[in-house]
């Protein structure tokens, strides 16, 4: 049901739609929401964390056009669920936690489920992860009042990252940010277009 | 009735009853928000409703045993106060305001809540209402001394906030009414209740030894920010203003909106929250790393623009403007800030974590609303500056009944006219989304520009944008060449892209941060065209500028796309945009029901005919709605005159409740005399009607004047109304005692309800229709008892 969501909000990649059918939600979310884990919204993991709600999970992985061959960087493991999306595509994810319950936490569980390409690091992701670096793609799941240069230096040339703005609770505005030479751009991707129902044309 | 015992009880448990409501809105706020405070003491308060009820039932029962239940139901409202607190943060009570809407299991808990702090203002309500009842023929002095009590409160808890933790001060007020309870313990019972006393203090002092733990919301700022590495509290200090914490960590940056292209931001030190929510940053000026990360922000503009000497930074904050002004060599800085504890702390405590920034010599500090220095303030300046409005990734509305007068279309002239030749004024904002901040900030701009007389207001405004802010510069000059130049060249450097500026092409518009449409432009470009009247209609949200009659600015919500709002974000999504305008108008129908189940209570018991029960409705509900509107117009209006929001509403009320004290100390003489009260009631609603209209302009006019002088312009002002609006109340109840008995308490509840209501209607009606509307309301509310009298003698 959440997958059919997903696909009618515009998420098209099918390596995107497989991994998001692969990786079972509920066990990423506490137990008491355990019944809520296949509504298509937010969850809370504590530490004032949520779950990302699923949309915005794979509209993130397809807007950063994972390829089997990709090393991606994740900020923010929370639950560890987003890492183990990109981890079904890609051949390698290095993930970084700053609450060390939540981290500790991940790394088990990922290790638990048998996601031996997937790095778990309990740090401030600020920094990012120079020694791994460059990066294919970077997935910031933490919204952050600024870009981090360091993250913006391990990004390969061409290279993507998506960061999400706003709530967790409510329908989120994405950011791309794109490095082409010494060029950086941002588009402001919205999963939810807001249709406003003023229109050039009124 | 014992002349001095029984008003001296009441008015020590009005104290308490006032004091504990102020100290709750500080609990409440930090645990959760402060729309979640108001919305819980609001449907507490009802705890007079629900009081009343009781007593209209069993009134004789009550009445009869006065002597005992008095002292008891004191002594119980003494234990309630404290000891709800530290119940509400057991794990069965503490709910999570962001859960609401995520875990149904908090919506049980909130109402659990709801419950638990309407015990003590039921118990301490029963204990007023049954002294009206049981003493209603000196209602004139019982109810003195219940509105002096309040007044005394009020001041009570203003001292106990500056000494004491919020989750100190229950226990402490808790002792009031356990006096009182001793003050009239019947003689013959007096070793009973000393026993029952004892036990309550010991309660007391059980909580105040080992106060309660406020336990914070995990989405509050501070909680998030408590959970990095080496996150510490430094420093915590208590005041009128909230609960002040400075924290440290060595992951805390802050670089709001930084260009892509700056090195590194800055290692922030420090940062102050107030009440658990963000506040600022702790900053040094003489290591350039830390200010200087505003020079890659789109803040930097003006000084892109034209080197600046003469800048005034409005509300201040912890300082970070005025370090990134010093850095780059403004020599003279003027500084406005409100709250005084932090200012004090950063001048004293952290005087060396900030190099003394406060006290450096290019800094004039001035510790007062941002809007009272303005009117006052004959200076004329470069540069004026004001906070970075909204907050990154949307303030959920958390701020839509907060009046900000800095924003307002009155706020922009006055900084107009204090601008030198070639001033500027600066407004940065985070682009939200759904856009609502930058294109009310634009809005007010083009509007004063044109009540000013300027024809083409994209002459005198440019603005630029970064992946996350926008930053307007309003200029007193038209844009030159040269600083239009100096944008572009900015721009350029700092990944920026302009959005207003003139001549500017459109392929320029999105050169480095795209959109997935121009939408934004179009509406940039139409608040800026003729069409703006019918864009502001056929908005989702209301981006009409905010204006001192209407000073919400960040009051989004049209009540009239409700509606379609909830349809298209859904139920849960909705909250999340605006909660706060939502969870006043939330509020609203719940007192309103309750309110009406308390009301329609009582009337099982004294019959649903006759005795006039039409009349004392409107006579009481009229006189609770015009009492209570004309607080708030007055609270809100002093604000602004005196220039400190504490102390001008602790002043305003109190002056209130001290004359209106004193007009029901005199209201005998009115009640028996109907034409007397029928004078009192034009005076009144003349006086209302009028200041209406009259009122603002007189303050407009005295605002510069000494505060000595100030003062007593207000005191002529509320003196005399208060003074006629402390009478209504006794003569009513009087009045009716004499007709039947049984409506006294049912009367006094109607009064109650209602009273709590007119509070949450009056911020509708302020938010809606504006200040000088409620001030209307009230004058036509108090015809309503007019009615009732005129009628009564048909």
């Given at each position: 049901m959440v997958l059919q969501t997903i696909e009618r909000r515009g998420v098209k990649d099918n390596a995107v739609l497989k991994s998001m059918r692969s990786v079972k939600r509920h066990l990423f979310v506490p137990e008491t929401n355990v019944s809520n884990a296949y509504e298509d919204r937010p969850l809370p993991i504590g530490y004032g964390q949520t779950i990302s709600q699923p949309f915005i999970v794979a509209y993130m992985t397809e807007s950063i056009k994972p390829k089997p061959e990709y090393k991606v960087l994740e900020i923010g493991t929370g639950s560890g669920y987003q890492a183990a999306v990109l981890a079904e595509i890609v051949r390698e994810v290095y993930t970084i936690e700053i609450v060390p319950e939540l981290g500790n936490s991940a790394a088990a569980r990922l290790k638990k489920l048998g996601y031996t390409n997937v790095n778990v690091s309990v740090k401030d992701g600020y920094f990012g992860w120079e020694e791994h670096g460059p990066f294919d793609a970077i997935v910031v799941t933490a919204a952050a009042e600024f870009v981090p240069p360091p993250l913006l230096e391990q990004l390969k040339e061409g290279g993507r990252m998506i960061i999400p703005i706003g709530s967790p609770f409510m329908n989120q505005m994405l950011m791309l940010v794109e490095k082409k030479g010494k060029k950086i751009t941002t588009k402001s991707l919205m999963p939810v277009v807001f249709v406003p129902f003023t229109r050039k044309q009124d | 009735m014992n002349a001095f015992k029984i008003p001296l009880s009441i008015a020590l448990l009005s104290a308490a009853i006032i004091a504990f409501q102020l100290a709750l809105i500080q609990i409440l706020s930090i645990v959760q928000w402060y729309h979640f405070a108001y919305m819980v003491i609001s449907i507490a308060l009802l705890g007079f409703g629900a009081a009343a009820s009781l007593l209209a039932v069993f009134r004789e029962k009550m009445v009869n045993n006065a002597e005992f239940l008095l002292p008891f139901l004191m002594t119980c409202t003494g234990i309630a106060i404290a000891s709800v607190t530290s119940i509400s943060q057991t794990a069965a009570f503490r709910f999570d305001s962001y859960l609401l809407f995520a875990e149904y299991s908090h919506t049980g808990r909130l109402m659990l809540t709801y419950l638990l702090f309407l015990i003590p203002f039921f118990l301490g309500a029963l204990a007023i209402g049954l002294i009206f009842v049981r003493y209603v023929d000196a209602i004139g002095k019982v109810y003195f001394a219940n509105l002096l009590g309040s007044g005394v409160g009020g001041i009570i808890a203003l001292f106990l906030v500056r000494m004491f933790f919020p989750n100190e001060l229950p226990a402490l007020i808790a002792i009031l009414p356990v006096l009182a309870g001793l003050t009239v313990a019947p003689g013959y019972k007096r070793f009973l209740h000393f026993g029952f006393s004892l036990i309550a203090l010991s309660i007391i002092i059980w909580k105040c030894v080992i106060p309660p733990r406020l336990i914070q919301s995990e989405f509050k700022d501070i909680s998030k920010t408590l959970l990095l590495p080496d996150a510490k509290i430094l420093l915590e200090k208590t005041s009128p203003y909230g609960n002040v914490q400075m924290v440290s960590s060595s992951a805390m940056r802050y670089a709001p909106g930084m260009s892509l292209s700056a090195p590194k931001p800055a290692q922030t030190k420090m940062a102050a929250f107030v009440n658990g929510d963000w506040f600022g940053v702790i900053t040094d000026w003489s290591r350039t790393d830390t200010s200087m990360v505003?020079?890659?922000?789109?803040?930097a503009l003006p000084y892109a623009m034209a080197e600046q000497e003469n800048v005034m930074i409005l509300?201040?904050?912890?300082?970070m403007d005025v370090a990134h002004a010093i850095t780059r060599g403004v020599r003279n800085i003027v500084a406005v800030e409100a709250n005084s504890t932090i200012l004090s702390i950063l001048q004293h405590e952290l005087a060396a974590e900030t190099d003394s920034l406060l006290s450096h010599s290019a800094l004039s500090l001035h510790n007062v609303e941002a809007r009272t220095f303005l009117s006052m303030d004959t200076t004329h300046f470069d540069l004026i500056t004001l906070p970075i409005v909204g907050t990154f990734g949307?303030?959920?509305?958390?701020?839509?009944?907060?009046?900000?007068?800095?924003?307002t279309k009155e706020a922009f002239r006055d900084m107009w006219f204090s601008l030198s030749a070639s001033g500027m004024i600066s407004v940065t904002s985070w682009i939200d989304y759904p856009v609502r901040n930058p294109l009310k900030i634009l809005a007010t701009m083009v509007e004063v520009l044109h009540e000013l007389g300027i024809e083409d207001p994209t002459n005198n405004i440019a603005a630029i944008r970064s992946w996350g802010t926008i930053t307007f510069v309003m200029t007193k000059a038209p844009l030159g060449e040269k600083e239009i130049a100096a944008i572009r060249t900015f721009c350029e450097a700092m990944m920026f892209d302009p959005v207003l500026l003139p001549g500017l092409g459109a392929e320029e518009r999105m050169r480095y941060n795209q959109f997935q449409d121009d939408l934004f432009f179009d509406y940039v470009d139409r608040i800026t065209s003729s069409g703006k009247e019918a864009f502001f209609a056929a908005y989702d949200f209301n981006i009409r500028p905010a204006t001192d009659n209407k000073p919400y600015f960040s009051q989004y919500i049209k009540l009239s796309n409700l509606e379609g709002l909830a349809n298209f974000l859904g139920n849960r999504s909705l909250?999340?945009?605006?909660?706060g305008y939502l969870l006043t108008i939330i509020t609203l129908i719940q007192i309103s029901v309750a309110s009406l189940v308390l009301i329609l209570l009582p009337l099982f018991k004294i019959g649903w005919k006759g005795e006039h029960k039409a009349g004392v409705v409107l006579y009481f509900a009229g006189i609770a709605l015009g009492y209570m509107f004309v607080e708030i117009v007055f609270i809100q209006r002093l604000i602004l005159y005196f220039g400190n929001p504490i102390y001008a509403a602790s002043a305003t009320i109190t002056a209130l409740l001290i004359f209106s004290g004193l007009g029901s100390y005199y209201s005998n003489f009115f009640s028996r005399d109907r034409k007397r009260l029928l004078m009192i009631f034009t005076v009144i609603f003349v006086i209302l009607f009028a200041y209406s209209f009259i009122l603002t302009p007189i303050l407009r006019d005295t605002v510069q004047a000494t505060v000595f002088l100030k003062s007593l312009t207000v005191l002529l002002i509320i003196a005399p109304l208060a003074f006629c609006m402390g009478i209504p109340f006794p003569a009513g109840l009087s009045r009716i005692s004499k007709m039947n008995t049984a409506l006294i308490p049912w009367a006094w509840g109607i009064n109650g309800c209602v009273s709590v209501i007119s509070t949450v209607l009056a911020t509708i009606v302020a938010v809606e229709l504006g200040f000088m509307w409620v001030m209307v309301f009230a004058a036509f509310a108090y015809s309503l008892p007019l009615f009732t009298i005129i009628k009564s003698h048909e």
């Open positions: - | 505003l020079d890659y922000t789109t803040s509300q201040s904050g912890t300082g949307g303030s959920s509305g958390l701020n839509a009944l907060h009046e900000q007068f800095i924003l909250p999340f945009f605006e909660i």
